[in-house]
């Protein structure tokens, strides 16, 4: 297994690129299950989860083809020309499902398209239960039967789904996405409130859109989808990730450097921009993106409360906290969407940090100096918040379990390192 070694105390100087968003990416690429016709989605990110999800989807029959092979680098592999033409195998193994949840997104589309669905449960993961029962009750509303065997969503739809009015208890990302798509081919009319308003939700609506489909209130918490026989064939461009570029936000700041971050939507960073701005980073806009550097007066501890978009969102939380373990005085930060996404607390603490946490909250109290440890995460972004604080500390960190930060940041230590990091990963 990799691993990558950091010797900290460079500032980071220059230019990152930033790439499509992978939580934006998976829907789109669930959604080509829609159409008979060919959807091209362009500016893929190159990342383990996305060639997990093409590999479901090539299962499920659907026919993909790239603009060459992403491990070339470079700008190849990009672009996925994706159709399904026939849905003969409805069935999301196990296999492939417990390795990303994000799977559990090819239900709403193959029950509409298909009126059938066979997806294999997501279990537990490692920043909480994470059930689907919200999806399930949304699904049911619209006329699907489901059942649970073995393991296995079981669902049906074999007259079609019909739109309802179904109102969420709580927001939730992938669950607005499986319905919105399933909405797409229902009959009549579906109004989706208190809908996640998150850009990855509105970026795959507006594909859908292209797609054919009729959706009101994109962005906001009502989404009215009138549903159409059939969706057709679009090409489709996946939004920056806002959280690739909130990341190496963080990073200019706790080296205080200063980069350049290219591609950045700073219109989707609000709250984070909000956050680090209060903790004395300054953020300027550029032609196309931001550019961060730390101001003169030295970062200071801000209190964070994560919350659905446009709230902080979760998946800042752990790189924000690397940030306030080296700010001057106290931070709480309370998590509010998982139950159990405080993991890299006791490995921050490893490396110095003096941190405790109390229920949901953290109460994160600012050290001068973080030193290197030998560290592991057990999910992406707590794992990216340990790169963060290995780059600000003394002497060297070690970050094991390197496979969490390939599902999501797409050559991460060439994009450091090109901005003067002392960062390497090699092979145990
Ligand atoms: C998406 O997960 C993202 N994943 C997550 O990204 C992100 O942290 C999360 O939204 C919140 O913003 C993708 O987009 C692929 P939810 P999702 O449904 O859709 C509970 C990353 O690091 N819930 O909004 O699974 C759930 O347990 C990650 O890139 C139910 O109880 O999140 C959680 O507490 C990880 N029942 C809360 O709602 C349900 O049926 C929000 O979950 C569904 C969700």
Do not use: W
């Amino acid at each position: 297994m990799d691993r990558i070694l950091i010797r900290g105390g460079k500032a980071l100087k220059g230019n990152i690129q930033i790439g499509g968003a992978k939580n934006a990416a998976l829907p789109l690429m669930a959604a080509s299950l829609l159409t008979g016709e060919t959807l091209s989605l362009s500016n893929l990110p190159h990342l383990a989860d996305i060639s997990t999800m093409a590999k479901l989807l090539a299962e499920l029959g659907v026919d993909i083809s790239m603009d060459g092979d992403a491990s070339n680098g470079g700008n190849d592999g990009r672009v996925f020309a994706m159709t399904a033409g026939n849905l003969d195998n409805t069935t999301a193994p196990y296999d492939l499902v417990r390795k990303m949840r994000a799977s559990v997104l090819v239900l709403g589309p193959m029950l509409a398209r298909a009126g059938r669905a066979r997806v294999s449960l997501p279990g537990g993961c490692a920043i909480g239960t994470r059930p689907v029962d919200l999806h399930l009750q949304a699904l049911q509303q619209l006329g699907a039967d489901i059942e649970l065997s073995e393991g296995y969503i079981e669902a049906r739809a074999p007259t079609g789904l019909t739109g309802a009015k179904v109102t969420f208890p709580m927001v939730t990302v992938g669950g607005t996405e499986n319905l919105l798509m399933a909405a797409s081919l229902a009959k009549g009319e579906t109004v989706l409130a208190n809908a996640a308003r998150e850009p990855e939700v509105a970026d795959l609506a507006h594909c859908l859109v292209a797609m054919g489909a009729e959706i009101d209130g994109i962005g906001t918490g009502t989404l009215t989808i009138q549903g159409k026989d059939a969706l057709h064939g679009a090409e489709y461009a996946v939004v920056p990730d806002r959280i690739e570029t909130g990341t190496y936000a963080v990073a200019a700041a706790i080296t205080g450097g200063d980069l350049t971050i290219s591609g950045a939507r700073a219109d989707l960073s609000e709250a984070v921009n909000k956050v680090l701005t209060s903790a004395g980073v300054d953020i300027a806009p550029t032609n196309d993106g931001i550019r961060v550097t730390r101001a003169d007066g030295g970062l200071r501890g801000v209190d964070i409360m994560t919350e659905p978009y446009p709230g902080f969102p979760t998946d800042m939380q752990a790189q924000v906290m690397a940030l306030m373990a080296v700010a001057d005085g106290a931070s709480m930060m309370t998590e509010t969407i998982f139950e159990n996404r405080f993991m890299h607390v006791p490995e921050l603490c490893r490396m110095g940090a003096d941190i405790n946490v109390h229920g949901a909250s953290a109460i994160v109290r600012g050290v001068k100096k973080l030193s290197g440890a030998q560290v592991m995460a057990t999910d992406l972004r707590a794992s990216v918040s340990l790169v963060l604080a290995g780059l600000a500390a003394e002497g060297e960190t070690v970050i094991n379990r390197v496979y969490h930060l390939d599902r999501g940041y797409e050559r991460l230590v060439d994009k450091l390192s090109a901005c003067g990091a002392d960062i390497r990963r090699e092979s145990e």
